[in-house]
């Protein structure tokens, strides 16, 4: 996998009409999020106000979507930049168009993780949120600064979302923890 701050605009693409998938954009669409994409009129409006673009300028909302409706699948989902995404939402109040830039986002995050695109630290957080029912666990270290600071001690583990967690993978025939199908 290539610099994940890399993006579509740093990795000299030339579209190769021959590799396109007319069928991306059908897919995106029918991802919760991604229902408005062929909305877009490509007014640039999300990029200018996007603070991970501001930092990157490499990262491109409203070429990323011009990506998908293209059919640009391996460039896109293949591709570290997804993940770059805040979720911050920005963009999505300001789309002229009501696209649903953040979710869209989120379900490109998606897709790109069931072909097995993801940072690293996610399998982690899977495991920990599988295991621990949460994503940051506490242990008596933080629980004694907690009634130091006169606040209840909390569980160390989530009893009732670990075992939700086990029962939706039991339900899926294991395939609830696995991320790469
Ligand atoms: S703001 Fe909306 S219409 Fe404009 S480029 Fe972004 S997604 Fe497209
Ligand atoms: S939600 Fe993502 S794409 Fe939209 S402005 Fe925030 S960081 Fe940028």
Redesign the pocket.
Known sequence: MSDPLQGPAQTGIAVEESSLDPGLADEVAAQPGGEGIRR????????AGCPVRRFNERFN??RI?RMVLLGMREQVLGEPFVWLCASCFT?QE????G?R?SDLMRALKNLALRRGNMPEGIPMQARLLAEKGTLYPLDEFDNKKRVKAGLPALPEEKAVVGPLLKELEEVMGGKGGSHSD
């Open positions: 877009c009129f490509a007014c640039g409006t999300c990029t909302p409203r979507i963009c300001r789309c002229p168009q696209v830039i």
